[in-house]
């Protein structure tokens, strides 16, 4: 009986097949006709695999890892295309794949540069927003390269640039403000340096978009700094971090929208008088005391004040710097010369040391 049912299978299944064949066939040749047909009324062209527009392939290629971004790359043409258009580009030692153990680091720094340069070249321009340069690791870097690399980005129209270069580099970087006269400079939104000469000067008209800028080990003058903080109306965030040349830093009142403001390690730093009505947050640490003048900011609700071999730094700021800060709802305090730990009378304000 078994053999039986299964011989009438076979043969139910074998008188089906001349049928559904030509059925199929039929049916795959009108399909395959009529995609022709839209294809040729739309004047795209047909893409092998999954037809997904444009746009869910990028999305889904800019949710990648960058290593794996640019794997799919190499193997899609698809992927190659929004490859060339990638708006988010982080491009480090890390992210490349260069940290591994056992590589000469003379050896990969010359990789890393050559691998960014080629990313950046292949790149077309359409579409980048966000440029990150984590050259730390590269004590020699040709400023050809860097002023490449940053003259694609500007033409793209990015909006965030992060370029961090070597503390021991053998010679300084004078950043490329010229580029910024092309026009698409004036996209710049957040704009992150470490380790390079800056110097903004006041004909520059691309700064009217800054919302952050972050500075360490920067060279940039008094003067430098003022002119390009009155030409920052829409600046949020201040931060100042080792910048050596500056002695005295002056907020101009059009930041009516600068919140916080951090002045760290800048050895020079004798005075800060800032007045920007809305910061709310205040940081300020170095060896040294700073004279500090808020042109009574109301909005300032937090307060670290950290000098390491000052004394009479909580005196300085019972007697001088609160009376205009009335609305400071925490002080941290921090002094190897004062060791002191005091709750206001009012109990809004704590200071910690």
């Known amino acids: 009986m078994r053999l039986m049912s299964t011989k009438r299978h076979r043969q139910r299944r074998r008188r089906r097949t001349p049928h559904d064949g030509l059925i199929a066939s039929f049916c795959k040749k009108k399909c395959s006709l009529r995609q022709q047909d839209d294809y040729s009324q739309s004047g795209a062209r047909p893409r092998p695999g999954l ?35 990638c708006r988010n580009l982080t491009l480090s030692k890390e992210t490349l794949g260069l940290d591994g153990n056992g590589i000469d680091k003379d050896e990969m720094a010359r990789d890393l540069i050559s691998k960014v340069d080629g990313i950046l070249k292949n790149h077309s321009g359409v579409g980048m927003k966000k440029l990150e340069l984590n050259l730390y690791c590269c004590r020699k870097v040709d400023h050809c390269y860097l002023n490449s690399w940053l003259r694609i980005a500007f033409r793209a129209g990015i909006e965030e640039l992060t370029m961090l270069l070597s503390l021991i580099s053998e010679a300084e970087y004078n950043f490329p403000c010229s580029l910024l006269f092309s026009g698409s400079g004036k996209s710049i939104r957040y704009l ?112 670290t004040i950290m000098c390491s071999y000052q004394p009479n730094v909580i005196w300085y700021t019972r007697t001088k710097l609160m009376p205009s800060v009335l609305n400071v709802e925490t002080l941290h305090i921090s002094s190897c010369n004062d060791v002191h730990s005091k709750r206001c009378d009012d109990h809004r304000v704590a200071i910690c040391i």
Not at 56 to 61: F, K, L, Q
Not at 64 to 74: F, H, Q, S, T
Not at 263 to 276: P, T
Request: proline share 3%.
């Open 51 to 85: 037809d997904l527009p444009e746009d869910i392939y990028r999305h889904i290629h800019a949710l990648m890892p960058l290593r794996e971004a640019a794997r799919a790359a190499c193997v899609s043409h698809t992927f190659l295309q929004s490859w060339r258009c």
């Open 192 to 303: 992150k340096l470490s380790s390079c000469v800056f110097r903004p000067t006041a004909e520059l008209d691309c700064w009217r978009r800054l919302k952050e800028l972050w500075l360490t080990n920067v060279l940039i003058t008094d003067d430098e700094l003022e002119c390009l903080l009155s030409n920052s109306s829409m600046l949020e965030l201040l931060w100042l971090f080792r910048c050596n040349e500056i002695v005295r830093v002056k907020i101009p009142c059009q930041l009516q929208r600068l919140s916080f403001l951090r002045a760290g390690q800048c050895r020079k730093l004798q005075e800060i008088e800032s007045n920007a009505p809305n910061i709310s947050t205040f940081d300020i640490s170095g060896s040294n005391l700073v004279k500090i003048s808020f042109g009574g900011a109301l909005q300032v609700k937090n307060m």
